[in-house]
């Protein structure tokens, strides 16, 4: 995805690793060269906020 201009966001609690190590290596490397990881709690409350362009157009707020 980042390769195709997309905005990477890496879940870092909904993927693992072959240890703690192998795993906190892992999303070093997502924050450092592709993105940012965040946690699904992060990630969900970012998808029920909305996007500048919504608001500036007064799209009504999605609710989950």
Same mark, same amino acid.
């Given at each position: @995805?980042?390769? =195709?201009?997309?905005? &990477? *966001?890496?879940?870092? %609690?909904? !993927?693992?690793? @072959? #240890?703690?190590? *192998? =795993?906190?290596? &892992?999303? %070093? #490397? $997502?924050?450092? $060269?592709?993105?940012?990881?965040?946690? !699904?709690?992060?990630? &969900?409350? !970012?998808?029920?906020?909305? #996007?500048?362009?919504?608001?500036?157009?007064?799209?009504? *707020?999605? &609710? *989950?």
């Amino acid at each position: @995805a980042y390769f =195709h201009g997309y905005y &990477t *966001v890496f879940g870092a %609690d909904l !993927a693992g690793g @072959a #240890s703690p190590e *192998v =795993h906190q290596m &892992t999303l %070093d #490397s $997502m924050n450092l $060269m592709f993105g940012v990881t965040a946690s !699904a709690a992060e990630i &969900t409350e !970012a998808w029920k906020q909305p #996007s500048l362009e919504d608001q500036r157009e007064g799209a009504p *707020v999605a &609710t *989950v």
